[in-house]
């Protein structure tokens, strides 16, 4: 890191001490704490009020809404905003669109995303030589089934509709032969009725738990609906967005499900995490990221939909 940079930090007080493990929420109120790793939920069964009540949300075009919220942590989470895409899955026809040039270079951005799309974001995870595990697109299978207990697959079926997955469950998924789209991503956030994995609890040692970076995650919620949710670092008034400062893996979690979601899976994050959102009164909205990924997912509007803005639903 630069010396410029972390006089930027020091100035904005990104250094100060914040107690490790905890997390506040910024409502109407001020800051109010709602997360405590020492004594995190084993499951999220419903929305945590506090969070989900302090959302702001907006119409970004029919059946999907943007929030924000802001959230405070220790060390490099001391001011995270987030970003949230809530996405009616009546208004929207997914596609996967192929990121990996000659040479197994990774090629797409947000960028890329055409204006006939309603949004567009770097999906799952990639290794070496291209996207990682399971991926479908348009049919065809690009890519097998990789391995790991938290790795399940979003999966969207012939008929347009869409599912989260289970690692275990994906062998008997692919027999059926009706996916026109999946792709892998890790690690699992949120499974069954919104449980957290045992591998993201204290005391588990399968995945670094304190790793402090910049999040993207996939949620499914209890109502249908889907939600996109990006963190992005705060400190220094925002000047610098850019760095992978932010949450860890179990306070992703504990934030998707405080947001109501009963599934919801890791994307890359840190340097790659990106989301672009095409508002019909401003044009495109773009949170870039700085890597070039191997996959990306896009919304398209779904032909014949009458989906009312959403921004008025809870």
Not at 13 to 20: I, K, S, Y
Not at 228 to 256: I, K
Not at 282 to 303: F, M
């Amino acid at each position: 890191m630069s010396a410029r940079i972390v006089t930027l930090l020091l100035a904005a007080g990104a250094f100060l001490p914040r107690e490790e493990g905890a997390l506040a929420v910024l409502t109407r109120r001020g800051w109010q704490r709602w997360y405590d790793a020492a004594h995190a939920p084993a499951a999220w069964p419903a929305p945590l009020p506090l969070v989900a009540e302090a959302v702001t949300w907006r119409p970004a075009g029919p059946g999907l809404a943007l929030g924000s919220l802001r959230l405070s942590g220790a060390g490099e989470a001391w001011r995270v905003g987030v970003v949230l895409l809530r996405i009616d899955p009546d208004s929207v026809r997914w596609a996967l669109a192929w990121g990996m040039a000659e040479g197994d270079r990774k090629a797409w951005t947000i960028a890329a995303a055409p204006d006939s799309a309603q949004f567009a974001v770097n999906a799952g995870m990639f290794n070496g030589s291209g996207p990682f595990g399971w991926t479908v697109i348009d049919g065809v299978e690009r890519r097998t089934i990789g391995s790991g207990a938290l790795a399940p697959a979003f999966v969207v079926d012939t008929a347009g509709r869409a599912a989260l997955v289970p690692a275990e469950s994906l062998q008997a998924r692919r027999a059926r032969r009706d996916v026109a789209l999946a792709f892998q991503s890790y690690p699992e956030l949120l499974r069954d009725d919104g449980g957290v994995p045992r591998m993201l609890r204290a005391g588990a040692a399968a995945i670094d738990l304190e790793h402090r970076d910049a999040r993207l995650a996939l949620g499914h919620r209890r109502d249908g609906q889907w939600l996109l949710v990006l963190t992005r670092f705060e400190g220094a008034g925002g000047a610098l967005s850019f760095l992978p400062f932010g949450l860890t893996v179990p306070e992703m979690a504990a934030l998707m499900g405080a947001l109501g979601c009963d599934r919801a899976v890791s994307l890359d994050g840190g340097v790659s995490a990106q989301l672009a959102v095409h508002d019909p009164a401003e044009g495109w909205i773009r949170w870039r990221g700085v890597r070039k990924v191997a996959l990306g997912l896009v919304g398209y509007p779904r032909a014949g939909s009458a989906v009312p803005p959403a921004a008025a639903r809870p």
